[in-house]
């Protein structure tokens, strides 16, 4: 298995910034595919990022397109998400998950999950 932990979340004003970070444990990092997603209250889980195993392709949603950015450090066994120019929108409880499949923005593609972390964004 595969223990996920994020890190990282908080309150924010509108236009600022967070990184948040998923530790892992288990099995070997490298070896999954690693994604964030995101649930705000009242609506289903939807994918934000993604990076493959190398870290040398990332995917993201089209909301947070060109303000995220997804990173990862096999050596460190840790996910990244740099979010910038947030929004009020982006307000909602941050997941990290782990999947064997490349290139995945479905929940049902990802094995194991984090916790959660939660972002408050202030307007």
């Known amino acids: 298995q595969v223990q996920l932990v994020e890190s990282g979340g908080g309150l924010v004003q509108a236009g600022g910034s967070l990184r948040l970070s998923c530790a892992a444990s288990?099995?070997?990092?490298?070896?999954?595919?690693m994604g964030w997603f995101r649930q705000a209250p009242g609506k289903e889980r939807e994918f934000v990022a993604g990076?493959?195993?190398?870290?040398?392709?990332?995917w993201y949603a089209d909301s947070v397109k060109d303000r995220f950015t997804v990173s990862r450090d096999n050596a460190k066994n840790t996910q990244y998400l740099q979010m910038d120019s947030l929004k009020p929108e982006d307000t909602a409880v941050y997941y990290c998950a782990a999947s064997l499949v490349y290139r995945q923005t479905s929940t049902t593609a990802y094995d194991y999950w984090g916790q959660g972390t939660q972002v408050t964004v202030s307007s």
């Open positions: 288990g099995r070997t990092f490298s070896r999954y595919a």
């Open positions: 990076i493959s195993r190398s870290g040398a392709s990332t």
